[in-house]
């Protein structure tokens, strides 16, 4: 079975652009939540799709959207850069079982400049 | 709000000893779920070990368990005959019964194995 796959792996913008991150689920899983971590600290939740719809999000401005497509492929969209944006991005999918636990991808190192 | 605490910055173990590494959470609910993740410097976190809280018995997977002291709310994780392959950081996660989305992680425990 293929793994969660993301790309960019590394990303380098400058503040106040916009970003598009990508994000492969793994195969049989129908939901996907994306994670944003800072150097040294955990993951942070940003917010959760299944079936296409969001189904939870964390304390993240509305500059931060995403989109889940039929095949539970996945993407985070990140409007207005900011330098605290500069993060490590996750993605994690998961079936929609409450017990069981994510599957993650290798992560977007995003840098804001 | 949930919140969970790894209060070990850091740890480190001598290669084939035990180490165990501790996690606390806050919750008013009473069905959770827990998790241990690993992520070694290559990035790409991985899931450990799970343990539903209304099971008394305490998970196990290989040379991985933990202790899990519900009214406590600590959920520690003993890492058995530690390998040089443990070498990373390791994170306890928490996730309420009913949302089987968002889950709330600690900051994490640097785990170093001295060969």
């Known amino acids: 079975e293929t793994g969660v796959t993301q790309s960019p792996t590394h990303l380098i913008k400058t503040r106040g652009q916009q970003v598009t991150l990508r994000c492969s689920s793994q195969?049989?899983?129908?939901?996907v939540s994306w994670y944003q971590q800072a150097l040294g600290q955990g993951p942070q939740f940003i917010f959760q799709?299944?079936?296409?719809?969001?189904?939870g999000r964390g304390n993240f401005p509305p500059r931060f959207s995403g989109l889940q497509f039929p095949n539970y492929s996945s993407e985070l969209n990140v409007n207005a850069l900011e330098l605290d944006d500069s993060a490590l991005y996750l993605c994690?999918?998961?079936?929609?079982?409450?017990?069981?636990?994510?599957?993650f991808g290798s992560g977007t190192r995003l840098t804001v400049v | 709000a949930q919140t969970v605490t790894q209060s070990q910055p850091e740890m480190s173990v001598q290669e084939a000893e035990t180490v165990t590494l501790s996690c606390t959470y806050d919750?008013?609910?009473?069905?959770?779920?827990l998790f241990w993740y690993k992520q070694p410097p290559s990035r790409q976190m991985i899931l450990v070990i799970r343990?539903?809280?209304?099971?008394?018995q305490n998970a196990t997977e290989n040379r991985f368990s933990v202790n899990f002291q519900k009214a406590a709310k600590s959920f520690s994780l003993k890492i058995s005959d530690s390998q040089l392959g443990d070498a990373a950081m390791y994170f306890c996660?928490?996730?309420?019964?009913?949302?089987?989305?968002?889950?709330?992680f600690g900051d994490g425990t640097t785990l170093t194995v001295k060969p």
């Open positions: 343990q539903e809280a209304y099971k008394q």
């Open positions: 799709y299944y079936r296409e719809e969001e189904n």
């Open positions: 195969s049989g899983h129908n939901t």
């Open positions: 996660a928490y996730r309420r019964g009913t949302n089987a989305g968002k889950s709330t």
């Open positions: 919750t008013s609910e009473s069905d959770y779920y």
């Open positions: 994690a999918s998961s079936l929609a079982v409450l017990n069981y636990g994510y599957t």
